[in-house]
Each structure stands twice: as C-alpha cells, then as structure tokens.
C-alpha cells in the first residue's frame, strides 16, 4: 500500500483579488485522523473543496494524488465515485423528507417502477445502525435534532462507500454530549480503517481525536504536527496557527457593575408559532444590569434562542406574553424596527438565516441596521459608509480585501464578524449575543471578548447565550441556567462550575 492514501501537491487557488491557497501540501496517510486548523479566512474549506470537485479540476493549480492515482475531479460526483465525501459546516438535507429520502437523494434505490421503498428504508436503517442514530429511517429531517442531522449525514456518506471523510467544523452547532458522540464515532471508524480529514476550532476536540495536524495560515501550509508522538497540547497548536503565544484566553476586565438595572425581564411565556399549545419558553424571569455580562447556559432545546428572538420585537413564538422594562421603563417591543429603537440589538447563532444579506457588500451590512446614521437628507453617504465598514473591518480583524466584497464570498468565521460589526455599529444599550464565537478561531475570538468588555466599561449590557461552558465561565458575572424552556438556575459566576450548571440542569429534569 502506498504511504499516503492522499496527496494535495503545491495547491494555488485564486480568487478575484485574494489568493486563498498558495502552494499549499498536504499528505494523509491511511486509517489516519488528519485535523485542519487555521485562523478564520485561512483557507481550509477552500482546499477541502478543491479536494472534493466542487471547485473543478483547471480552476486552480497543482496536483491530488489519491490511492496513488493522479485525480482530476470535475464534480463532486466524481470525487464521490472515489470514496470521497465532504460534509459542509451547514449541513445540506431536506427537513420536509424523511431520513432514508435524504440518504439516497440523487442516489436513489430503483426497483422495476421507480423506486424501491423497502429496500430504501432497510438499506438506511442498516447505515443508521452503523452510526448509532436510534430513529425510524421515515421520521423526517426536521423532527430531529441537529446532533442526529449530523449523524444522518455521515449515515449518507457510509452509504455512498466512503473511504475518506471530510467532516468540515462537524461539531460547530453540537453540544458537548452530541460532541463526544460524533468524535467517538470517527475513532471507532478509524479502528476499522476508514481516514478522516476534520477541520475544526475546537482544539481540546482536535486534541482528542487527531493523529496528525495541519496548520494553514494565509492561505499557505505552516506545519504538520504528529500529535501521536508528541501528543500535542492546545497551546501548542495556537502558536502554530496564530505565530504567536496566546497566554490568556480571556481578557481580563475590571468589574464595575452598577445597581441600574438595564433590562428586566419577568413572568416571560412564549407558545411555538406552530403548535400553538407547545408552550416554548415558560414564564422566565430574568435582569442584567449595566455594566454587567449576563451569560445563559443549557442544553441545546432550552429555549434559550427563542425567548432572546421573542424579546427581541416579536421574531419568534406566538402569544407571547410577559413584562419587559429597558432602564426600568415598560416596553412593548412589536417588532425589530421598535427593539432596535428601543436600543436593544441580538446578534443570532443562524448568520445566513436571519443576520446578513450574503449578496450585499461588508459595508451595506455592516451599516443595515442603522442606515440613517450614514444618510444625509434620506441618500445613503457611500464615504461614510465605507469608513465605517473599514473601521470595524480594522477593528475586528476581518480578512478581505476589500469591504465591498461581497458577504457572501467570506469564510465562515469572516462572516461572524461582519454579523457582529453589524449589531456594534447599531449601538446598543442592551446586545444579545448568540453563541457569537461559534466558528471563531481562537484570536478572534478574544478580539470579540475584547469588545464585550469595551462595551460593559462603557455601562452597556451584555447577555451571552453560549453552549461553551469554559466561555461562560471565563467571561460572564452571572449564569443563568435553563431547560426544556424554564429558569432552573442562577449564580454568580465565581461560585459556578461546569458540574454545577450541570446538576442544576439534571435536578431540574427530575421535577
Ligand atoms: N467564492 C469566493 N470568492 C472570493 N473569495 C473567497 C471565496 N471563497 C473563499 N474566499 C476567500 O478565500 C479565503 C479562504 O477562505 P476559506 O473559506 O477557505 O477559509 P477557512 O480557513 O475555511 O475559514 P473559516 O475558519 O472562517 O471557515 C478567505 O479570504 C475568503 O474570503
């Protein structure tokens, strides 16, 4: 067998005005768990699309070299016939079709007329096995959670014959149980010879799973790291990414917390827009004062997205009902337009769902949400709006070349900040940040917590709603917890713990 079972060879990829990989190498030997990692904009997807087909043979420069055969794939489908598949960060199934549609979707299971039901759900169900996913194969998509999504889709790719996976940021919206679940599942893969490529921002994960490691950073290959022999701490691997010692993770800040009470929310209660007797959120209460970082912790489902949409004008739920006071002044915000007058911003966890307009310029979102603060006399001022958009671009460390590129064609993580120059530029007394470092490289993220802190030392609120616990904790003055839509817990943040937020989580599923 040939010493590597994949090899990417001096890769280049253009853009226009960005060269996204330059000369880059990268060699995965077989049955090997290969991690990616590099800074936001670094080039990771990119080369995994180059691998994959999905940017074409002839559209950048150098060679692939699989299972010791010169590849020149047009299409995924071709790296597909291969063995190869990628699974994206925003997963590509159809939530109205079943979990066995969506399997064989394009790769359908024919009989002698038309397609063979039986034989699809039995062939899915055997996958779903495979994977650990206890569902029926006909439950649909949208019935399950993202966790079993996920497996749903590694499901898929057993199913297409897989000899190399591509898992890009697998784990970005799991919790930590369904984490563990889908790592423990690649290891076991592994034992039965199948090879992983995974790209990921979650070191301790990339830690525990990875037999070697890349580093990509400015579209270039920095080092492979064999973290078998060295067993690689996390430090180490910053370093490589970011060329720099990043000694602490959070900033520290000084507490100046006033008695001002800047939202209060009591007796909250929101029913799902849908069914209308699922009550989702039920009668929270809750208040951050100024100066104060507030953090919400809980299990994915606990509602915690749904009351911050329901705060924020109404964006989610139905009948809802409950007090809001913004500086102890009753407040009925009917829509976001009245929130956002109101002095209230919610930066969401879905950027391409309800935060930016990917076809428009950095700039236009950047300023979208204020737009008359870069109008005079009703038209829109270009300069000043472009000025503002450098100057978050600056300030947030964005990688384009210019801010008006399109949203659209930023990475994943760029796109982050972009959501987030977007609700700092609206200026708000009040900002709800929704996993804002979901995606984030490391110094990025530090950046962001950096201007958390800047906006509390200037006596504004910040609520942050976060399935990173270690974040939480580093960062917040106050824990909220919640479950299955109710308030289970609060504390402060010096007296929490992962164990306790935990127990409060578990004693209050037993009531
Ligand atoms: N279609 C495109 N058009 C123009 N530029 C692009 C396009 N796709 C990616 N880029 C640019 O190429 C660079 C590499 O992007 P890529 O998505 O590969 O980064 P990444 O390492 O995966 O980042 P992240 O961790 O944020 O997902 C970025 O500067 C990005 O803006």
Redesign the pocket.
């Known amino acids: 067998m040939a010493e590597y079972i994949l090899e990417m060879k001096h890769i280049t990829k253009e853009?226009?005005?960005?060269k996204?990989?330059d000369n880059v190498n990268l060699q995965v030997k077989p049955g090997e768990i290969h991690a990616l990692v590099?800074?936001?904009?670094?080039?990771?997807?990119?080369?995994m699309?180059v691998l994959s087909g999905t940017y074409p043979f002839g559209t950048y420069t150098g060679d692939i070299v699989y299972n010791g055969e010169e590849c020149q794939f047009k299409t995924l489908h071709d790296s597909e016939e291969k063995g190869i598949v990628i699974i994206h960060?925003e997963l590509a199934l159809i939530p109205e079709l079943s979990i066995g549609e969506n399997m064989f979707l394009g790769n359908e299971r024919k009989g002698h007329f038309g397609i063979d039901w039986d034989k699809t759900y039995h062939e899915a169900g055997e996958h779903m096995r495979q994977v650990g996913l206890k569902e029926e194969a006909t439950t649909l998509i949208k019935d399950i959670g993202t966790g079993k999504q996920q497996l749903v889709e590694i499901a898929k790719a057993l199913s297409k014959n897989v000899k190399l996976l591509i898992l890009?940021?697998p784990t970005s919206s799991l919790n930590e149980e369904d984490s563990k679940m889908l790592l423990d599942l690649l290891l076991d893969f592994k034992k039965k010879g199948m090879t992983s490529i995974i790209?990921s921002?979650k070191l301790n994960e990339i830690s525990y799973v990875a037999d070697k490691i890349t580093v990509?950073r400015d579209?270039a290959t920095i080092e492979t790291i064999d973290n078998e022999q060295h067993n690689i701490d996390e430090a180490r691997i910053i370093r490589g990414m970011v060329g720099r010692e990043l000694s602490d993770r959070y900033p520290a800040r000084e507490h100046n917390i006033s008695d001002k009470i800047g939202m209060e929310v009591s007796g909250w209660t929101v029913y799902h827009p849908i069914y209308s007797e699922k009550k989702v959120v039920d009668n929270v209460s809750f208040n951050v004062r100024r100066g104060e970082i507030v953090g919400f912790s809980g299990l994915q489902g606990a509602g915690r997205t749904e009351l911050a949409m329901s705060i924020f004008g109404r964006s989610y739920g139905a009948n809802i009902s409950g007090e809001l006071k913004i500086d102890g002044e009753k407040k009925e915000l009917k829509n976001v337009r009245t929130a956002i007058e109101s002095g209230l911003a919610y930066v969401t966890e879905d950027r391409k769902g309800n935060g930016l307009i990917l076809e428009e310029s950095i700039a236009r979102n950047t300023t979208m949400a204020r737009l008359e603060k870069v109008c005079s006399k009703g038209i829109i001022n270009v300069d000043k709006e472009n000025a503002v958009a450098e100057e978050y671009k600056e300030k947030l460390r964005t990688?384009?070349p210019s801010v008006q590129?399109e949203v659209?064609?930023?990475?994943?993580?760029?796109q982050q900040k972009v959501l987030l120059a977007k609700w700092m530029f609206a200026d708000p007394e009040v900002l709800i940040l929704d996993e804002p470092t979901r995606?984030i490289?490391v110094g990025a993220k530090y950046e962001i917590y950096c201007i958390m802190n800047d906006l509390v030392a200037q006596g504004k609120s910040v609520i942050m709603i976060s399935s990173e616990m270690p974040e939480l904790l580093g960062m917040c003055d106050r824990i909220y917890v919640m479950n299955e839509g109710r308030m289970v817990a609060e504390m402060p943040a010096s007296e929490a713990t992962q164990e306790k937020i935990m127990s409060a989580i578990l004693q209050s599923d037993k009531k």
């Open positions: 853009f226009p005005g960005v996204a990989l590099g800074e936001n904009g670094a080039g990771k997807s990119t080369l699309n960060q890009d940021e790209i921002h990509l579209g990688k384009t590129q659209g064609n930023l990475s994943g993580g760029n995606g490289d």
